[in-house]
Structures are given as C-alpha cells and as structure tokens.
C-alpha cells in the first residue's frame, strides 16, 4: 500500500462519518496515505447516501468526473464507493457505469484495505455488498477534537415505506455492550467531551440479544465512565419507551435534548408511510417527555408531500407543529427511492405542490425556533467551541441541548468548552458572551 493515496469524500449522515473515519483509520493503519484532494490522489473512495435522490444524483456527478480523470490520467487511477448506496442494486448498475473499483456496501466495509490492495496491486475490480459482522469489532481510534461518534447498532427492523434503509443497513443488529464502553473510554482517555452514540434506530439497542442491556440501561453505562456530553440519533417513537425517558432524566450528562422524528402529522399519511404510530400517540410521548425534562429542546424529522397527501393532510402537520412547538425540524420533500414501496404503489404528487407546502412549513419552523430560541436568552449555557467563525468576529460551538451558538470571540482563547450568556436569539442560533473557559483539548473533566 505504499504508494497509494486515498482521497475519501463523504454524503449523507453521521453514521457515514464515523464510517469514513474507520475506513481512514483501516487505510492509514495498513500504510497508505491519506490525502486532501482527488489532485493528490491515486484512488479517490466516496462515502454515498441513498436516502434521497438528491445525495443519488451527487454522487453520480462526482463518479462522471472522477471517470473522467481515469481516463484522462497517465498513471493509475482507482475509483471506489461504499457506503448506503453500494448495498443496492441501483448502486450497483451506477458503479457499473462509471467504472468503480472498489465497491463495498455499508456492512462490509471492514475489507476496505484488503479490496483496495487487491485492486491496486492486480487491477482487478472488488465489489461485495454483502452484511458480515465482522464490520462491528473495529474500533477506530479516537478522531481529533471534543466531540466523537459511536456506532451502538446499524440497520432496521421498522419497514417504513418510503425508506431505503433496511435494504442498504439490513436488519437490526446491536454492536457488543462491551466494546461500545470500551470504545468510549478510549475516547474520554484522548479527551473527548461529547460522544454521540448513532443508530439507524438507537433506541432499539439489545433488542436482538437478551444478554444485551437495553438502550435506557447503555445510556446510564456510558455516562457511568465520566462522559461529560452524552448523546443519541436518531429514535423511532413507537421505541422510545418511557424506560428511555427515565434514563435520559435521571443521566445529567444526557442533558435535555431529544431528536425525535415525527414525520406528518396526519393519521392518514402516518399509516401509508406505515410509521406504525398516530398522532396522539406521537403527542402523548412528548407530553411525557416534557414532563420528566422540562427545558426539553425536542427537533424533528418532516417530510412534506408524501404521496396521497391532502392539502387537510399537510394542515395536520402544521397544526402538530403548533401542538408541539418543537425547537427545530429538517425538513425534506419526499423524493420516491426505487424499490421501495411508496415509490412502487403510490404515484408522486407535482413538485411544485410540494414545494410550495415546504415553504409553508419552513415559515412554521422559523416562527417556532424564534420563539424558542428567545426563551434561552438572559440563560447561562456551557458550549463546546469549535473554532472561528467565517467573519471572525465570533466563535462557533453548541450548547447541551445542541442549539448552534456563536460566542463574541474576545473571552475565547480557543476550542474547549465555555460557561456562556446568551444574549441574543435568531430563528436559526444563539449568540452570546463566554464567562469562563470549562476545559481546554485535552484536559479530563
Ligand atoms: S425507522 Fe427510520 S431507518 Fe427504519 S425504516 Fe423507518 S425511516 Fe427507515
């Protein structure tokens, strides 16, 4: 692997990143280097999403160009993809297309450097998108920073019928308790402050293994070995048991965020994107939530013109939003994914109609979030600074219920964690002032 330089380039979600970082580390550990740009490299390897058809139709344009420099190179040139969209068949017959070298779907991706050895070493192509277990016992070293992800468990066993994830992740299968713990102390050991545990559904943990603790218990395991900024993405409601909202109260270091995707807010919809709850049921765990956590900051997950929605339907959501105030959302039109089906049974509604109730909704969100957001001004916050801001008069970071803040950049010597007041609120993040630096890198809290 001596002369190969990897150039990695990642779409999509969380779990993506913590796979790229394991891939890098793989790569690193069996002596390629890693490098900034495709100019530098020899083998350019992309991270894909399929979620949407929008990340789809990016990674088809990257793998044209990328296609385009093999052809165009003088020396060897190696294109690979893995992730989401290399579990289907779709990205399979675009890997074809674009001449892909290395293929490996997301549940393989613990062959990474095997595959691009082989590949590089007999120009042959490696392609495998099987699932193996094996992609579950690495432990990638600690990232640099404060903040770090951890895989608890990949797949789903829910068959929502607009999602491509039980075909690209396959079922549930929960990582082992007690490398999760070791992983996370390792990380506190490199003086990591924020751990995010991620799932395609975290609060199903252990349910594929009775000698497994469940998520409530993990919860209150991880925070037990001094995590000081605990967190979790995402959730399904129909899982979030009232177990889950015991432990995230009584577990300081969870503070009070929760993510928790709603959807529609219609009971029609609800039922044809098959997400196994109503409305009331939806409410009821709020209203619990906000009960045991009362400075819930609760976001959401949205989509808006799923097929058969009702102009009564989409007033359905908007009324839930009201209902609910949540904090914040992300949004998305539906966009139809093949093989799944929604996109197979339903036909797709006009785009222009879905736009239009996007705007709609992003009004709501926007109303909502000021509204919200001016209730922490005046309040004393603790955020994880980042850096610098693009106009460099402000630092970035976020604070325990993960608002985005910026801090005045006089009072903040660099990246650590800071006691801040905030003083200001748009619809979009918080600014405010730092008192006193928490911790700097590196220190232990
Ligand atoms: S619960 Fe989430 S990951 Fe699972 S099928 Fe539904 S949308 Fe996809």
Not at 410 to 423: D, N
């Amino acid at each position: 692997m001596k002369d190969l330089r990897v150039k990695l380039i990642t779409y999509g979600c969380q779990m993506n990143e913590y796979d790229t970082h394991l891939v890098a580390s793989e790569l690193a550990a069996s002596g390629a280097a890693l490098v900034e740009t495709v100019a530098e490299a020899n083998f350019v390897i992309v991270n894909t999403c399929a979620v949407r058809g929008k990340p789809v139709d990016k990674v088809k344009s990257l793998l044209g160009n990328l296609r385009k420099e093999k052809r165009e190179r003088k020396t060897p040139f190696f294109i690979g993809m893995m992730g989401c969209l290399a579990s289907l068949q779709e990205g399979r017959l675009i890997a074809e297309k674009f001449g892909v070298d290395v293929l490996l779907g997301a549940g393989a991706i613990h062959k990474i450097s095997e595959a691009v050895s082989k590949v590089a070493r007999e120009n042959e192509a490696f392609w495998d998108s099987g699932f193996y277990p094996e992609v579950d016992e690495l432990i990638p070293p600690p990232p640099r920073g404060l903040s770090a992800f951890v895989t608890l468990i990949r797949g789903c066993d829910h068959h929502c019928t607009y999602c491509v994830v039980p075909s690209t992740r396959g079922p549930e299968i929960s990582r082992r308790p007690g490398l999760i713990l070791k992983e996370v102390e390792r990380l506190l050991a490199a003086g990591v402050v924020e751990v995010t545990l991620l799932g395609q559904n975290v609060n199903s943990y252990g349910k594929d293994d009775p000698s497994y603790p469940d998520f409530a218990d993990l919860i209150r395991q991880v925070a037990a070995l001094g995590v000081r900024r605990l967190r979790f993405v995402t959730s399904h409601p129909m899982n979030f048991s009232d177990r889950i909202i015991s432990a995230i109260a009584e577990t300081a270091a969870v503070g009070q965020y929760v993510h928790l995707p709603v959807q529609s807010g219609s009971d029609k919809v609800l039922k044809r994107m098959a997400r196994e709850y109503r409305r009331d049921y939806y409410l009821e765990r709020v209203e619990k939530l906000r009960r045991a956590l009362p400075d819930l900051v609760l976001t959401t997950d949205i989509i808006v013109g799923f097929p058969g929605e009702s102009e009564e339907d989409f007033q359905e959501t908007l009324s839930l939003y009201d209902e609910v105030g949540f904090d914040s959302a992300y949004m998305f039109i539906y966009s139809p994914r093949p093989g799944t089906a929604s996109a197979e049974n339903f036909p797709d509604m006009p785009r222009e109609v879905k736009v239009e109730r996007l705007q709609r909704l992003i009004e709501k969100q926007k109303e909502w979030s000021l509204k919200r957001n001016r209730s922490w001004v005046g309040r004393s916050v603790e955020v994880l600074v980042r850096g610098v801001a693009k106009d460099d008069a402000w630092v970035e970071g976020h604070d325990q219920s993960n608002h985005p803040v910026l801090l005045e950049r006089e009072g903040v010597s660099g990246p650590g964690l800071y006691r801040a007041t905030i003083e200001q609120a748009t619809p979009h993040l918080l600014l405010g002032r730092a008192n006193e630096r928490l911790l700097a890198p590196g220190e232990r809290a």
